[in-house]
T-cell receptor, first 112, second 113 residues
Framework: RKEVEQDPGPFNVPEGATVAFNCTYS??????FFWYRQDCRKEPKLLMS???SGNEDGRFTAQLNRASQYISLLIRDSKLSDSATYLC?????????????FGQGTTLQVKP | DGGITQSPKYLFRKEGQNVTLSCEQN?????MYWYRQDPGQGLRLIYY???????QKGDIAEGYSVSREKKESFPLTVTSAQKNPTAFYLC????????????FGQGTRLTVV
């Protein structure tokens, strides 16, 4: 089993749609969770951290379910500019190593 | 502006040659990382360093070497022992060894010719 698993997609959605991505992680001792966005042939950029209580940033909402060991990202009112690959990132315990594990990524294509 | 700078952006290497990829950060971050990304795949950790003069192997360290003589610099050498070095190499840094997010440089595309 991969340490961090994502559905690679692609997810093809029309503008204005709501789309959700899930990510599962294998190590229950992981403490930090993030979503990154990566555009084609570019470096990943931090989209948002994921907190236990869930958090929202504009059209983006991240949720963490520790019991089931999954993280979700919800994008509302999709824009053409949201087209990218979304990477789920989890820290590898013990937390003091600073080691991060990246999922394969989920590709989103927003169509006009 | 604070950030992470990787150079060169594109690099071509002949088989059997060693090449060194540069990574510099002025964010005053303690931890630095090197990842490799192949087409259609996720990032795989090559090496990481939590403090100066210390570094650890990641998941695919064979054929690579690093040094961390200064806090702001973490160069990666791709040696001739690396059998399939063509890839996109990403350097990242984070504030400390704890649970903090990482920030990336723009990457170096290495091609073996």
């Amino acid at each position: 089993r991969k340490e961090v698993e994502q559905d690679p997609g692609p997810f093809n959605v029309p503008e204005g749609a709501t789309v959700a991505f899930n990510c599962t992680y294998s190590n229950s001792a992981s403490q930090s969770f993030f979503w990154y966005r990566q555009d084609c042939r570019k470096e990943p950029k931090l989209l948002m951290s994921v907190y236990s209580s869930g958090n929202e940033d504009g059209r983006f909402t991240a949720q963490l379910n520790r019991a089931s060991q999954y993280i979700s990202l919800l994008i509302r009112d999709s824009k053409l500019s949201d087209s990218a690959t979304y990477l789920c990132v989890v820290n590898a315990p013990p937390s003091n190593t600073g080691k991060l594990i990246f999922g394969q990524g989920t590709t989103l294509q927003v169509k006009p | 502006d604070g950030g992470i700078t990787q150079s060169p952006k594109y690099l071509f290497r002949k088989e059997g040659q060693n090449v060194t990829l540069s990574c510099e950060q002025n964010l005053n971050h303690d931890a630095m990382y090197w990842y490799r990304q192949d087409p259609g795949q996720g990032l795989r950790l090559i090496y990481y360093s939590q403090i100066v003069n210390d570094f650890q192997k990641g998941d695919i360290a064979e054929g690579y070497s690093v040094s961390r003589e200064k806090k702001e610099s973490f160069p990666l050498t791709v040696t001739s022992a690396q059998k399939n070095p063509t890839a996109f190499y990403l350097c990242a840094s984070s504030r400390n060894r704890g649970n903090t997010e990482a920030f990336f440089g723009q990457g170096t595309r290495l091609t073996v010719v």
